[in-house]
């Protein structure tokens, strides 16, 4: 048996106390509006922080979590045991010439609306991307053509013993939606992107239209983890499902969307079970229908209630 307030007074020694909570409500910090409690939840604020944390989780023997926003993980209704990291007070974003750095808790949009304003070109893709930007890096998220993959120069991680570590972008082995990040177990700090000079208006206009196409095919108005599956070789995820008749399927308050059959949507407070019932039929029914297998894109951690 865990003895918490034991372990709340040594997390006392080494992060500031406003920023440990207990029994926190994870769907009040996912994107999905999905998720029940984590055990110890912290926001740290300097980097000291954090690795004294990764450090004492290790002495501890305790596992710990990041989460970023929230938008790419479906965070089960029981929570998650042990600590999970939420890095949203490193939110600073500078421009030194051609090379942009932000910290890992800021909006990826963010990122890419101040490269706009810096009047600087590549992560035009990433305008309309709901994630920060440690989970852009950890998800080599991409879109419209651009990946992460194409314009980070290196980032600044934790490492699984608490150090602080440069690695270059090829150290992270970026591909189709994954890196080495969770098996190296790095917490990423900040990233740091190689940027072209660029026109303000012609930089501005590419995601105004990324923004407008977005707007136009997904269901925004609802929480989500967007694509729920990734793109099996050869076909498109969402034609399959849409083919297959699923669009308007419901298992609680979960639903396959009428806009975009690649997303399930979280229309009337569903549960993660209610949300992951949902996407096994959907892979069952395609795979019934068209013999193909879908690969879930988003995560799914934490314990059954
Ligand atoms: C409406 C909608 C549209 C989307 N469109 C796209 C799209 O076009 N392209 C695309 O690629 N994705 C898209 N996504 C998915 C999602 O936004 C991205 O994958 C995003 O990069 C996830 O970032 P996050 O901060 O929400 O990460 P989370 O979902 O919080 O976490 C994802 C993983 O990253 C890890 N992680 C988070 N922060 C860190 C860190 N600092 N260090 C180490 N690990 C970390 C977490 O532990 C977790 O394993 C979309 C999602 C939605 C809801």
Do not use: W
Not at 100 to 124: C, D, F, P, V
Not at 235 to 240: D, H, P, T
Not at 273 to 298: G, N
């Amino acid at each position: 048996m865990i003895d918490y307030t034991q372990l709340y007074d040594k997390l006392t020694t080494i992060i500031d106390k406003n920023n440990i909570k207990l029994n926190e409500l994870l769907k009040n910090h996912t994107y999905t509006r999905l998720g029940g409690k984590a055990d110890i939840f912290l926001t740290p604020s300097t980097y000291e922080e954090v690795q004294a944390v990764v450090k004492f989780a290790k002495q501890e023997n305790m596992p710990f979590t990041l989460l970023g926003n929230g938008s790419n993980l479906i965070v089960k209704d029981g929570g998650i045991r042990g600590i999970v990291i939420l890095l949203e007070n490193f939110n600073n974003i500078s421009v030194k010439g051609n090379q942009l750095t932000a910290q890992s808790g800021a909006a990826i949009i963010a990122a890419s609306r101040y490269a706009l304003k810096e009047h600087l070109s590549g992560l035009e893709f990433a305008c309309g991307i709901p994630g920060t930007v440690g989970g852009a890096l950890f998800m080599n998220a991409g879109a419209y053509g651009g990946e992460i993959k194409d314009v980070l120069d290196s980032a600044i991680v934790i490492d699984r013993d608490g150090e602080i570590v440069k690695r270059s972008a090829s150290d992270l082995e970026l591909s189709y939606r994954t890196s080495n990040i969770p098996e190296k177990g790095d917490i990423v700090l900040e990233a740091i992107f190689n940027l072209t000079p660029g026109n303000y208006e012609e930089i501005k206009a590419i995601m105004d239209d990324l923004t407008f196409k977005r707007e136009s095919k997904q269901p925004l108005e609802y929480p989500s983890c967007g694509s729920v599956f990734k793109r099996p070789p050869g076909y498109f995820a969402g034609k399959l499902i849409q083919d297959s008749g699923l669009q308007g399927t419901r298992i609680g308050g979960a639903e396959v969307s009428t806009k975009h059959a690649g997303f399930i949507v979280n229309k009337d407070n569903a549960t993660a079970e209610e949300y992951i019932s949902l996407i096994k039929h959907v892979q069952k029914t395609v795979k019934e229908k068209f013999d193909v297998s879908l690969e879930r894109e988003v995560k799914i951690i934490g314990e059954d209630l």
